[in-house]
């Protein structure tokens, strides 16, 4: 199994040595300026999501005024106990 190069691995250490930034604004500019850095981390991201499933159960049964529909703006039924998954 091939392994990484020292210097992909040592380029993404060098560019986030913690402690250097004063702001959300300066990290999220050094962010846009790594493209490697970028492409680690969106990968990451994709193979390991923050919340994979999302889940919700409805406690009772309403109506919910929008929704249905191509439209958008039909009232849709729903059940009690119905889940729903965000994936």
């Known amino acids: 199994m091939a392994t990484p190069s020292s210097e992909l691995v040592e380029t993404p250490q060098l560019a986030l040595y913690p402690g250097h930034f004063s702001s959300w604004s300066e990290l999220r500019r050094l962010y846009l300026s790594l493209a490697y850095l970028k492409c680690i981390l969106n990968e990451t991201l994709r193979l390991y999501p923050p919340v994979p499933i999302n889940t919700h159960t ?12 191509p439209d958008g703006n039909s009232p849709v039924l729903v059940r009690r106990c119905l889940t729903s998954v965000l994936i």
């Open 58 to 69: 409805a406690t009772k049964t309403m109506y919910l005024s929008r929704g249905g529909l």
